[in-house]
């Protein structure tokens, strides 16, 4: 199944809340979130209360489209976590984290994770010197990622930093917005990765 083309902001009301997956838009009154607090469709408003099963399925769905991937990835994700170290849920979402798109939108590069993973397929970031253009790439501790020279005044960056500035970025980051780079100084902990999912009912739905 191909990549979602549809308005993201109908993924948003299907969870009920904002997801952020359109940047600054999010953020201003005319978000449809705000003016349309339900589910799409003509069914929206009277849904019925959801069973154990949609909770669980809804915090996986809810993750899947926070880090825009797919159902096979995350489920491969899910797998890896599952034989890591660690709690489970804990280790899911910091591989997650730890996605070259998902820490391009961190460092404050991107207004959000699909313009991040536009720019790192074209192409304008390098990971400890070399280009890469897998939005998926895992980055480790001590990773060092850079604007190519030919990118560092690209108007959508420079926009998103001089907009975002340091909001976006978290305590697990190193970022020098004057050079274009960042580094990675050490794995995200849960409490420093601030998205709206409760993992352990993912964990619960995986493990039936």
């Known amino acids: 199944m191909g990549r979602y083309l549809g308005p993201v902001c109908k993924l948003c009301r299907r969870e009920k809340q904002k997801l952020f997956l359109k940047g600054q838009k999010c953020m201003s009154p005319s978000c449809p979130v705000d003016r349309r607090p339900y589910p799409p469709g003509e069914h929206g408003r009277g849904r019925a209360k959801d069973s154990e099963y949609m909770l669980q399925l809804r915090e996986k769905q809810k993750a899947r489209r926070i880090y825009g991937v797919f159902e096979k990835q995350f489920r491969n994700y899910y797998q890896s976590a599952s034989q890591a170290k660690g709690v489970t849920g804990d280790n899911l979402l910091r591989m997650l984290e730890l996605r070259l798109d998902n820490v391009v939108f961190r460092s404050g590069f991107a207004e959000s994770r699909s ?7 074209h192409g304008h970031f390098t990971v400890n010197g070399r280009k890469v253009t897998i939005p998926s790439y895992s980055l480790k501790m001590g990773d060092e990622v850079a604007l190519r020279e ?8 420079r926009h998103s930093i001089e907009t975002l500035g340091e909001r976006l970025v978290p305590a697990w980051l190193e970022v020098d917005n004057d050079a274009r780079k960042f580094r990675v100084l050490r794995a995200p902990e849960r409490s420093q990765i601030e998205i709206p999912v409760e993992e352990q009912l993912i964990v619960e739905l995986y493990s039936k």
């Not at 313009?115 to 397929?121: E, F, P």
């Not at 030919?150 to 960056?157: F, H, R």
């Open 115 to 121: 313009q991040a993973r536009q720019l790192v397929r």
């Open 150 to 157: 030919k990118s560092k005044e690209s108007i959508v960056v």
